[in-house]
């Protein structure tokens, strides 16, 4: 499968099951249309007005070196591997802490409600944290990488139990040959110069929400006065960067219908000084009035080749940052394993509510239909980790003739399941998105290598 | 070439045979928690 595109004047041809990815000159773009459907001489016949004979048949002659060499056109070897794959045994190497169902700000499109999901308000208790620690463990099988997202609601309204659950953690990794990572998603209200020190000395990632501008982020991240949140966190989130030496942290904020020139918020939150970024589309019900619609499509396509260009454009002043999205390795990404399986929920990764009911992921929690277990009983729903289990790129039939697959690896289950009930079916916006995005990605890493810049 | 430049190694089709270790971060841990984003996550097994 070939999938070719131009963008920023660049003409890129991506072979989708080798992961080669070729810039390639107009001659070349033309011919990669037709050179598996016609014979050589209706080729050159077709584009002799056009292009010079000579250049035509040298190009002719390259893709076919690199069809040789497996760069071009190459057949699917992976469908076959499938039984095994789907035979493989299931491990847990990462969950997500509802430490809080409880939050201080009331952002507008929260999926979590006002942060309790939908049900009560709660805070998880230590015996609750250390049992799904020890449920983690139990069920990782010879994973050595083990993950603890901290999360809500606002995880720093619980942040005593934070720290009681790292210390059990670090207290026993070693005895069972584990390494953990932990990780907390926070709004920022209640951070202060001890909790961002605590951070620092045990939190391999932190995520900062915040959503770019000051009048886009107070629109919808707003306190329960309804005061903005932009000047109480902003300050913080710089601090906290800095301390981290803007590493291993990313801003991220969502972008609604009420900003679709997000690239503008991006830039703003660079331009704040934060070199990590995220900004992500929102996913809301269609009748919500912040909510993307498919007539929106254009504009955002723009707004990222427009945050492409200037992210390209900033690398070369010696001015760049890292926009998540556009982040990717075409040589050693991950492995096709990975990329078949995708986000790994409700089978790799499991959320846990504050009772320490077990959910596919944080987006699944409170649906009664989605509750696997607990962390004492374990997994007691095993019809639905294996409907998990079997969700892959393979298995979902709108991904099959995408070329995007391996970047998006099927995209989001819980966006799938909000849009279609359905987990093996696709959320149309998102993907077309996620296409973009890929495209874009690719084009940055072809334009900076062209120009002498190592991305 | 002339007329095309290949920008990768291509390992994908490698990576069948040694891949799949899952030590790597799981991608809703890193920063999206609402975006699939796989691609982008990197590789963390030494052995490939």
């Not at chain 1, 072979?15 to 070729?22: E, F, I, L, P, R």
């Not at chain 1, 001489?41 to 060499?69: C, V």
């Not at chain 2, 790597?24 to 097994?45: L, W, Y």
Request: charged fraction near 25%; include cysteine; proline fraction near 2%.
């Amino acid at each position: 499968m070939i999938h070719q595109f131009r963008c920023n004047n660049v003409n890129i041809v991506l072979d989708v099951y080798s992961g080669a990815v070729h810039v390639v000159d107009d001659v070349v773009y033309d011919l990669i249309q037709v050179f598996d459907k016609k014979e050589k001489e209706q080729i050159i016949e077709q584009f002799k007005q056009k292009y010079d004979e000579k250049d035509i048949i040298q190009a002719l002659e390259e893709i076919q070196a690199l069809k040789e060499e497996e760069l071009l056109f190459t057949e699917d070897p992976y469908e076959a591997f499938l039984p095994d794959f789907e035979k493989r045994n299931p491990v847990v190497k990462a969950l997500c802490l509802h430490v809080a169902h409880d939050c201080n700000l009331q952002c507008k499109y929260c999926f979590a409600g006002e942060g309790e999901y939908h049900g009560e308000r709660s805070l998880m208790s230590f015996e609750v944290g250390k049992k799904a620690i020890d449920f983690l463990i139990a069920h990782s099988g010879s994973r050595r990488n083990l993950e603890v997202d901290f999360f809500g609601g606002e995880p720093l309204m619980n942040f005593d139990v934070v720290k009681q659950v790292i210390e059990y953690a670090r207290s026993i990794e070693k005895e069972h040959e584990k390494n953990f990572r932990f990780t907390i998603t926070t709004n920022g209200v209640l951070l202060d110069e001890e909790k961002q020190k605590y951070i620092n000395e045990n939190m391999y990632n932190v995520v900062l929400s915040l959503d770019g501008r000051k009048e886009v982020n107070d629109r919808v991240r707003y306190t329960v006065n309804k005061k903005g949140s932009y000047d109480i966190i902003v300050p913080k989130f710089q601090a906290l960067a800095e301390s981290r030496n803007q590493e291993q942290y990313y801003v991220r904020g969502t972008f609604t219908r009420y900003n679709l020139d997000f690239a503008k918020d991006v830039l703003h939150l660079a331009d704040l000084g934060f070199k990590q970024v995220s900004i992500e589309p929102v996913v809301a019900p269609k009748e919500a009035e912040y909510a993307l619609q498919k007539e929106d499509l254009p504009i955002l396509f723009e707004q990222y080749e427009e945050l492409a260009k200037a992210l390209i454009k900033r690398k070369k002043e010696g001015q760049g940052f890292n926009f998540f999205h556009f982040m990717i390795d075409l040589s050693q990404g991950p492995c096709v394993a990975k990329r078949l399986a995708g986000c790994g929920s409700g089978s790799e990764y499991l959320a846990v509510t504050p009772e320490g009911d077990l959910y596919p992921c944080h987006q699944f929690v409170g649906i009664p239909e989605f509750l696997m277990g607990n962390v004492e009983e374990g997994i007691t729903n095993s019809s639905k980790q294996k409907e998990f289990q079997h969700c892959n790129v393979y298995a979902k039939k709108d991904c099959r003739n995408c070329w995007a697959k391996f970047y998006c690896s099927g995209g989001c289950a819980a966006n799938a399941y909000q849009f279609h009930g359905n987990i093996l079916d696709t959320y149309e916006i998102g993907c077309e998105l996620e296409k973009k995005r890929v495209e874009c990605a690719i084009m940055i890493q072809a334009k900076l290598l062209e120009e002498g810049f190592s991305n | 070439m002339k007329h095309i430049k290949t920008l990768n190694t291509a390992t994908l089709k490698k990576s069948l045979r040694k891949g799949g270790c899952g030590e790597c971060q799981t991608s809703c841990q890193s920063a999206c928690k609402t975006s699939c984003t796989v691609a982008n996550q990197s590789c963390e097994n030494n052995n490939r």
